[in-house]
């Protein structure tokens, strides 16, 4: 089975600290990506990685930074954390085969920023 | 406008009884469509694909209108594990990027 991990299901943080949100999968997938999942409005992409040290903006990259050091782990980073950041964030991995569109979430960080 | 719409519900749905619900798309050029299954506080999880001529699995049947851009899901003899958020999906390009509607509630009632 495909697992896709994240560092914390729940976070509580202060208006303009550093957040790190980590996933790791592991099945040697290329594809990564973050998503921000807010009532009414779906998931957004913030970001995605095709490969190591690869990476690009999604829909709603602003006040985000990703990392991807190593394939398994894909970090999410809010520089400067806000309330309006406030929000389920998601994480997903896919093998990077043509056509092959499945995309495997991990169980989401709840993150709330006061 | 949302790229991918749907209505949020929900929709109470009787045990045994037959729901079905549509999703509309913007963007023509919109290349592959899928069902997710986001259960409460859970992540989401591919349901099904959507292919042209429409497609069956279990008592799940998803068909595609591209002339007016919808998909639509139907569930038959719905079961109280039916009970979720089933989000509408597609993708632009071979990159794997998605974009997802917000979701439709069903609640299956005994």
């Known amino acids: 089975d495909v697992k896709v991990t994240q560092s914390s299901r729940y976070l509580v943080k202060r208006t303009g600290e550093k957040v790190f949100l980590e996933c790791v999968q592991d099945?040697?997938?290329?594809?990564m990506f973050w998503y921000r999942q807010d009532p009414g409005l779906g998931l957004r992409l913030i970001y995605f990685?095709?490969?190591?040290?690869?990476?690009e903006k999604g829909d709603i990259p602003e006040g985000y930074s990703v990392s991807r050091e190593k394939k398994e782990r894909f970090s999410l980073i809010l520089e400067s954390a806000s309330t309006n950041q406030t929000s389920m964030y998601l994480c997903?991995?896919?093998?990077?085969?043509?056509?092959?569109?499945?995309?495997?979430f991990g169980p989401g960080t709840r993150l709330t920023v006061t | 406008r949302k790229e991918v719409e749907q209505d949020p519900g929900p929709f109470n749905v009787p045990e045994g009884a037959t729901v079905a619900f549509n999703c509309t798309y913007s963007?023509?050029?919109?290349?592959?469509f899928f069902w997710y299954r986001q259960d409460c506080r859970k992540e989401p999880k591919l349901l099904m694909s959507?292919?042209?001529s429409g497609n069956e699995d279990g008592r799940f049947t998803a068909q595609l209108n591209r002339a007016s851009q919808y998909i639509s899901l139907l569930i038959r003899d719905s079961k109280l594990s039916d009970s979720a958020t089933y989000l509408c999906?597609?993708?632009?390009?071979?990159?794997?990027?998605?974009?997802f509607g917000a979701g439709t509630q069903v609640v299956v009632t005994p």
């Open positions: 997903a991995s896919n093998p990077v085969e043509q056509g092959y569109d499945e995309q495997y």
């Open positions: 099945m040697d997938h290329e594809n």
């Open positions: 990685s095709y490969d190591v040290k690869m990476k």
């Open positions: 963007n023509s050029a919109s290349q592959s």
């Open positions: 959507v292919y042209s």
């Open positions: 999906v597609v993708t632009l390009d071979s990159w794997g990027k998605l974009q």
